[in-house]
T-cell receptor, first 111, second 109 residues
Framework: ETGVTQSPTHLIKTRGQQVTLRCSSQSGHNTVSWYQQALGQGPQFIFQ???????GRGNFPPRFSGLQFPNYSSELNVNALELDDSALYLC??????????FGEGSWLTVV | AQRVTQPEKLLSVFKGAPVELKCNYSYSGSPELFWYVQYSRQRLQLLLR??SRESIKGFTADLNKGETSFHLKKPFAQEEDSAMYYCALSGTSYGKLTFGQGTILTVHP
């Protein structure tokens, strides 16, 4: 059991709305990364947080933002939702240099 | 820029046959390579990473820097190996993985 939990598991939003996805990292893991996985594609790196600071970002616009809390849990926020934001959003946690564990993901549908 | 290419979207073999899932990468430095697997209705999980040089569930993968490849191999496929397999690369920043598009492996009885 990996211990990375994500919520909600599924949600539907309307174009233009905002969404917040949550992730509880595995106990002791201080690094959290978020990925977007569109249908039929591999996961794409959005950004990473290490000890509450953003520690790298992929090719995603600023309307994708995040937070990491003192307990290392994390949020992904997406503003001004677009249809193309429909995807599975994965959270992954680790400590530096060690195995990266993934959550089951949050399915976002934008209509 | 770093890139991972998995040329086969689908791969079908019969039980007991050898299987090889191809992965090629592009990266200017020294990468760390991984294979992740996703079984039906389960989360993405690490199968193996090249630095550990382990054999997991009978799978092995060798990093070939000359050919920039990290192919996954198993000499005798089992039905329970049917899954989606992703090759991934981590560059200088650990944990920021670049994934390939994945290969769906189906092992027929």
């Amino acid at each position: 059991e990996t211990g990375v939990t994500q919520s909600p598991t599924h949600l539907i939003k309307t174009r233009g709305q905002q969404v917040t996805l949550r992730c509880s990292s595995q106990s002791g893991h201080n690094t959290v990364s978020w990925y977007q996985q569109a249908l039929g594609q591999g996961p794409q790196f959005i950004f990473q947080y290490y000890r509450e600071e953003e520690n790298g970002r992929g090719n995603f616009p600023p309307r994708f933002s995040g937070l990491q809390f003192p307990n290392y849990s994390s949020e992904l926020n997406v503003n001004a939702l677009e249809l193309d934001d429909s995807a599975l959003y994965l959270c992954a946690s680790s400590t530096v240099g060690n195995t990266i564990y993934f959550g089951e993901g949050s399915w976002l549908t934008v209509v | 820029a770093q890139r991972v290419t998995q040329p086969e979207k689908l791969l079908s073999v019969f039980k007991g046959a050898p299987v090889e899932l191809k992965c090629n990468y592009s990266y200017s430095g020294s990468p760390e390579l991984f294979w992740y697997v996703q079984y039906s209705r389960q989360r993405l999980q690490l199968l193996l990473r090249h630095i550990s040089r382990e054999s997991i569930k009978g799978f092995t993968a060798d990093l070939n820097k000359g050919e920039t490849s990290f192919h996954l191999k198993k000499p005798f496929a089992q039905e329970e190996d049917s899954a989606m397999y992703y090759c991934a690369l981590s560059g200088t920043s650990y944990g920021k993985l670049t994934f390939g598009q994945g290969t769906i492996l189906t092992v027929h009885p």
